[in-house]
């Protein structure tokens, strides 16, 4: 009897462990919302109204979810080789660039054409901004953290330049490039949705939506169903066994990086191509860093990812709709949960994972 | 003409030195963490703590002082928090100073608009005493008389906030505890070889948190000099990076005290070059985007660590939690 309970446990860990980290960290937001005197149960509810009460509220949700996917696999898939990349944001934004370019100066090939241009100039470009700190780590092992982050900052810089000083629209202050030719704008998804008979109204949920989950399927395909993806997993957990192997962790890390950056590359088909349609300062906003948070909810895996990433979507938009209504919450109370999510779901882990094994585990 | 250029490089370095002292306070923070074996990926965070509860509590209460004891006070409560995580509960370094400085990041915003309500913001510090203002040393006005030896007095070492003077001694100060005393030697031996330390029989673990608690401190001050001396409060996202240009300055340093600060002054004089450079037109080079210098530093530093220059020789132990 015990036996069972205790492999049903086991089995049901990596739902059950993530969701109670989670649950802390909402405890303690909610400690937080009480302090600035508002009510938590109260602040609840609009986040749950405003990210799934309404068709328009789910198409935004779904749209930030865009994101999230884009850059939770990317984190993913460095974490499997060994690698923590956190520079999911520069690469994300580089890859922008390339989403861009297609989008500004190829626009007049046929729709179908410039979308799948789109995806591939988004992960060459996100690509090659992984591949420097990618290959100074493999062959010169300078710690991919500290590259990653530096590039964060240079690749920040070099799009601040690209926008200011050439793709800006002539006659224009802001920084940003003249529209896309509307051959580039992902078509949105507010048909299929009408089929199923919610009205996403003027969300911009669009086709980056599709092409994420079916991103997301591959990679899952790649890990687990391929060889590649088992050298790249030995290499993550074991480079001497690796080796012994005859694996070369050094070209897996190389190969990871490059997969890891193309992926955040991506994130511009969905913020660019699908919904401002023209490259912006700072685009990415923080979604490399929610990239963090996702994969490590989602526990490094594909399908746990998509459900995280729906949950950050839902938690972005919600917050939105919670700033609005309760003058006295800041938007940024998401960062917060981001970051106690990450701080119990990623370096915290193993604080809860002991006591809740010895609560359901017998013989341990 | 030469002494239009003499000015203008006693103010360019008098710039440098008001833009270094955040920067050589957190990169001296990261030099205790980091040679004690912890990475030093939280600076941001606590930076960014201090600078916004010591721009509230100055506003609350009027006084820089009470200003600097709060700031301190939340940056070491951070630097608890970090060596909670990352010392006695082993977990990942990297991940645990991310999560702490993007939680700091939407903290301090989310509490500046409850109490304030002014738009995420801390009110500006309007009163003299509520700022840490730029002293005067004697004489200072009436050396600036005499350029020559005088505006190097009165613009350089004069005219700064108490807190860069501070910082001043806290450099010597922090290369001697780190190289001169035996708490120094503990904590670069734990950096490197915490078994031997153990060994010896001396608390790892004690030494760890000592050393990411003194970064704490060295933040607290760095952070509370952006809110209450170079700026006039708090407003979000102040830190700007500067945490991880520390990092950049430590790593450029090669964990070394002096050549970090030298590495700290290269990047504020970088810095304040690009302020003045705006929009200048060179001989030879034209103009040069002010995007470039930016992105300097953190260049220099990859190149660095692409081994192409020297050798980098980062602490043997770092980011390795030690468990008995």
């Known amino acids: ?364 | 003409m030469i002494l239009s250029y003499y000015t203008l490089i006693i103010l360019l370095l008098a710039g440098t030195i008001r833009v270094a002292t955040p920067l050589v306070l957190a990169t001296y923070a990261g030099l205790f963490s980091e040679r004690s074996g912890v990475v030093a990926l939280g600076l941001e965070g606590m930076m960014l703590g201090a600078a916004f509860a010591s721009a509230a509590s100055s506003a609350i209460y009027g006084s820089a002082w009470i200003g600097l004891l709060i700031g301190v006070s939340t940056s070491v409560l951070i630097a608890g928090l970090l060596s909670f995580v990352c010392v006695f509960k082993q977990g990942n370094q990297v991940v645990a100073a991310i999560a702490i400085n993007l939680t700091i990041a939407g903290l301090a915003p989310t509490l500046a608009l409850a109490w304030f309500d002014l738009g995420n913001q801390t009110p500006s510090l309007v009163n003299p005493g509520q700022r840490f203002l730029e002293l005067s040393l004697p004489w200072s006005s009436s050396a600036r008389l005499h350029p020559f030896p005088g505006l190097l007095y009165s613009e350089l070492i004069s005219g700064h906030s108490f807190i860069v003077y501070l910082a001043a001694t806290l450099v010597p100060l922090s290369a001697f505890i780190l190289y001169k005393t035996r708490f120094g030697l503990r904590i670069r031996a734990v950096g490197e070889n915490p078994y031997a330390v153990d060994t010896a029989g001396i608390s790892v673990k004690k030494i760890r948190t000592q050393a990411v608690l003194i970064s704490g401190v060295l933040c607290g001050v760095a952070g509370t000099y952006l809110a209450t001396a170079a700026g006039a409060g708090f407003i979000p996202d102040m830190t700007a990076g500067k945490g991880y240009l520390a990092l950049a300055a430590l790593i450029f340093g090669n964990w070394r005290p002096y050549r970090a600060l030298g590495a700290c002054l290269l990047f504020a004089c970088t810095d304040s070059i690009a302020t003045r450079l705006q929009g200048v037109s060179l001989p030879m080079l034209g103009v040069i985007p002010v995007q470039f210098i930016i992105a300097l530093p953190y260049i220099l530093t990859v190149v660095l660590l692409a081994g192409f220059v020297a050798r980098s020789n980062p602490p043997k132990a770092i980011g390795i939690p030690y468990d008995k």
């Open chain 1, 1 to 364: 009897m015990s036996n069972i309970k205790s492999s049903l446990y086991l089995r049901l860990e990596p739902i059950v462990l993530p969701l109670v980290n989670l649950g802390i960290a909402l405890i303690i937001s909610s400690l937080i919302i009480c302090l600035i005197g508002e009510s938590p149960q109260k602040a609840i509810e609009i986040i749950w109204k405003g990210s799934f009460g309404s068709g328009e509220g789910l198409g935004y949700t779904l749209f930030y979810s865009t994101n999230y996917i884009f850059t939770g696999l990317a984190v993913a898939l460095a974490y499997h080789a060994g690698l923590f990349n956190i520079g999911c944001e520069g690469q994300a934004y580089v890859g922008g660039l390339g989403v861009s370019l297609v989008g500004l100066y190829l626009g007049g090939l046929p729709v179908w054409c410039v979308i799948v241009l789109g995806i591939f100039a988004g992960a060459l470009f996100g690509a090659a901004w992984a591949a420097i700190p990618a290959y100074l780590q493999a062959r010169k092992g300078s710690h991919i953290v500290i590259t990653t982050i530096m590039f964060n900052f240079i690749g920040s810089a070099l799009m601040t330049w690209f926008l200011v000083s050439v793709l800006i629209k002539p006659g224009q202050q802001a920084p940003e490039s003249r529209a896309f030719s509307t051959h580039a704008f992902l078509p949105s998804l507010k048909g299929l949705f009408a089929l199923l008979g919610i009205n996403t109204g003027e969300s911009p949920v669009n086709l980056a939506l599709v092409i994420a989950l079916i991103i997301a399927a591959l990679i899952w395909i790649l890990l687990w169903k391929t060889r590649f993806g088992y050298e790249l997993r030995v290499s993550g957990t074991s480079q001497s066994a690796a080796r012994y192997a005859g694996i070369s962790p050094e070209s897996y890390m190389f190969k990871a990086m490059l997969i890891s950056g193309a992926l955040a590359g991506c994130l511009g088909l969905n913020e660019l191509m699908g919904s401002q349609h023209r490259l912006t300062l700072d685009f990415p906003a923080g979604a490399g860093f929610i990239g963090i948070a996702v994969a490590l909810m989602g526990r490094n895996n594909p399908v746990g990812i998509c459900f995280s990433a729906l949950l950050f979507g839902a938690l972005v938009q919600g917050g939105g709709e919670l700033a609005f209504e309760m003058p006295h919450v800041s938007h940024s109370l998401v960062i917060v949960i981001q970051g106690l999510v990450i701080l119990f779901c990623g370096a915290l882990e193993q604080l809860l994972k002991k006591p809740l094994r010895k609560v359901f585990l017998t013989h341990v």
